[in-house]
């Protein structure tokens, strides 16, 4: 499939999954029509729940990094559904980013070119930073969700130092583990193993499960 000229092995990378205006909508009707027609197209079943998986484990990995989520402050990088669009339609930044509100964090956001389309669905609930180093000026970390070309090209050694903590969770693998650990970040990708020694987060994972066991001896 990599080798089609018209998709390429550029789309074929581990990430958050795909979403836009024509992919989701062609899957769900070939999906349609087998079950009009009692056709078991278990293969594109299969397509769809591993889309939607992946939203859930990148969810898990946040989780994971930060341990608690309540009025964790998230800088994210990316809101359209792929680069060079401003197209925020089954965006997976849009549904992750929903995801995180509800479990109570605190979100900055920047994208070169989907902000307008995402305040329409977003509306105030998150911040809306002019570029990536003001997003993640105070954030607890940095959640790379779109594979916009500047992403991949930040001054990584400048990102740590505004960042509460050292932590990236990358979506879509813009970065090698080497690179990240090169500029002393945290690093947690798609489809790899963590990049982390001595957790930033340690002791508030300590006093967060001493309160736990507090709790349930009460």
């Avoid at 594109?44 to 889309?51: A, K, P, Q």
């Avoid at 402050?73 to 849009?94: C, H, Q, Y």
Wanted: one cysteine or more; a positive charge.
């Amino acid at each position: 499939m990599g080798s089609d000229a018209r998709i390429g092995a550029r789309f074929l990378r581990a990430g958050i999954g795909y979403g836009g205006s024509c992919f989701p909508k062609d899957v769900a009707a070939f999906r349609a029509v087998a079950r009009e027609y009692g056709c078991q197209f278990s293969l594109l079943d299969e397509v769809h729940r591993i889309n939607e998986e992946q939203r859930r484990r990148f969810l898990k990995k946040v989780r994971s990094a930060l341990w608690t989520l309540k009025n964790k402050r998230l800088a994210v990088l990316g809101l359209a559904f792929k680069d060079g669009t401003d197209d925020v339609r089954e965006s997976p930044a849009i549904q992750i980013i929903q995801a995180l509100l509800k479990e109570g964090c605190e979100i900055t956001a920047y994208d070169p070119a989907a902000a307008d389309k995402a305040r329409g669905i977003l509306g105030d609930a998150i911040a809306y930073a002019p570029d990536p180093y003001t997003a993640a000026k105070g954030a607890d970390a940095l959640l790379i969700l779109t594979e916009w070309k500047e992403f991949a090209a930040l001054d990584l050694a400048h990102l740590k130092k505004l960042l509460n903590y050292p932590i990236v969770l990358d979506g879509r693998n813009l970065y090698s583990r080497e690179q990240m650990a090169n500029a002393g970040l945290y690093y947690y990708s798609m489809g790899r193993a963590p990049l982390e020694l001595s957790h930033p987060l340690s002791g508030e994972r300590r006093v967060t499960e001493q309160k736990s066991r507090v709790a349930e001896q009460e």
